[in-house]
């Protein structure tokens, strides 16, 4: 198929290389050039804008930081809009505001063409292995001409229901793995300050009923435990317009979401205190700060994913 891709960072520049794999003739773009160079050596051709990578495309793929950037593309001048044609497939994989989604499903409908969130799950590594999650919201028809390409990037790819709906969920997920973060690094350095060595406190943990996702069995012994911060798969920056997006959907719901806002709370203290640059574990360092505690061990790293 003719496919326009635009992001080309940890996630967007791996599901890239996974669709020219799967031998799509594939038009690029990425307000950073360079990030394109290996999708240029591998086939794939340059657009200057957004509106370039939709032109004549059957489906244009977006992975952009936040709801401003996928508004800005999407809808901008030089914009994805401005460059598709009628039955044109627009997707947006970007964690993203489900009434952003929404607003831009109804002006591209005017112009016949169908918009898809699908948003994914399973980090830069899930994206490089073509093993994401991918949760899909828009019509079921659009949906069903996409998935060939679609499971290109992901081995778990699945319908969520109308437009909107897999941006919910996917804000759902993030809410609980996001604040998951913030209570595993207040329960580490209790254990490790009252005196439990951090290896075994890990296998404890992960041998308990709580300790079967990947944050306490890649992210603790992979990141937190080697202190390595600064091996980016997902940005703590993006981990606090997560939860912003999902308190926003909350408000306008009129959901209480007590526990999440304390998450925010304290995302938002890491972010000012510089972390945002860092993995979005590094929540951990305020909490490793205040307690006194490095929940440190070097030996216990394990095989790699990380869970964004
Ligand atoms: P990233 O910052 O690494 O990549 C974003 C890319 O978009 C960059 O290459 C940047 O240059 C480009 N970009 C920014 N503004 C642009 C514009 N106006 N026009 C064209 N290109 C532009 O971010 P990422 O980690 O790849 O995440 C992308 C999306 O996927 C985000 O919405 C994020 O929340 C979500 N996500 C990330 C992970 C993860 O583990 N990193 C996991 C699941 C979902």
Same mark, same amino acid.
């Given at each position: 198929m003719r496919i326009g891709f635009i992001g080309l960072g940890n996630m967007g520049g791996h599901m890239a290389m996974n669709v020219i794999a799967g031998g799509h003739d594939v038009v690029v773009h990425d307000i950073?050039? +360079? *990030?394109a160079e290996r999708h240029l050596a591998a086939g794939a051709r340059w657009a200057a804008t957004p509106r370039g990578a939709s032109e004549d495309r059957e489906i244009v793929f977006t992975s952009l930081p936040g709801p401003a950037e996928v508004e800005q593309v999407a809808? &901008? +001048?030089?914009g994805v809009l401005a460059g598709a044609s009628p039955g044109t497939i627009y997707v947006d994989l970007s964690t993203n505001s489900p009434t952003l989604m929404r607003r831009i499903h109804e002006e591209f409908a005017g112009e016949d063409v169908a918009v898809l969130d699908a948003p994914v799950s399973g980090g830069s590594k899930g994206a490089e292995l073509a093993t994401l999650a991918v949760m899909v919201g828009g019509p079921e028809d659009a949906y069903e001409r996409a998935k060939p390409v679609l499971d290109l990037i992901g081995d778990k790819v699945s319908y969520i229901g109308p437009s909107g709906a897999g941006a919910i969920a996917k804000l759902v997920h993030n809410l609980i793995t996001i604040s998951a973060r913030v209570i595993v690094g207040e329960a580490l350095t209790l254990g490790v300050k009252a005196g439990v060595d951090p290896e075994a406190l890990l296998e404890a943990v992960q041998n308990g009923?709580?300790?079967? &996702?990947?944050? =306490?069995?890649?992210t603790v012994p992979n990141i937190v435990y080697q202190g *390595?911060?600064?091996?980016?798969?997902? *940005?703590l920056d993006l981990s606090l317009k997560d939860l912003r997006l999902a308190l926003e959907l909350a408000g306008e719901f009129d959901v209480p979401i007590a526990l999440g806002a304390v998450a925010e709370a304290e995302v938002a203290e890491a972010v000012d205190a510089g972390? &945002?640059?860092?993995?979005?574990? *590094?929540? =951990?360092i305020l909490q490793e700060r205040r307690s006194g505690v490095e929940l440190r061990a070097a030996d216990a790293i394990r095989s790699w994913q990380d869970d964004g």
């Open positions: 950073r050039r +360079e *990030a809808l &901008g +001048e030089g009923s709580f300790g079967q &996702g990947n944050l =306490i069995h890649r *390595a911060y600064d091996n980016v798969g997902f *940005a972390l &945002g640059p860092l993995d979005s574990s *590094a929540s =951990i």
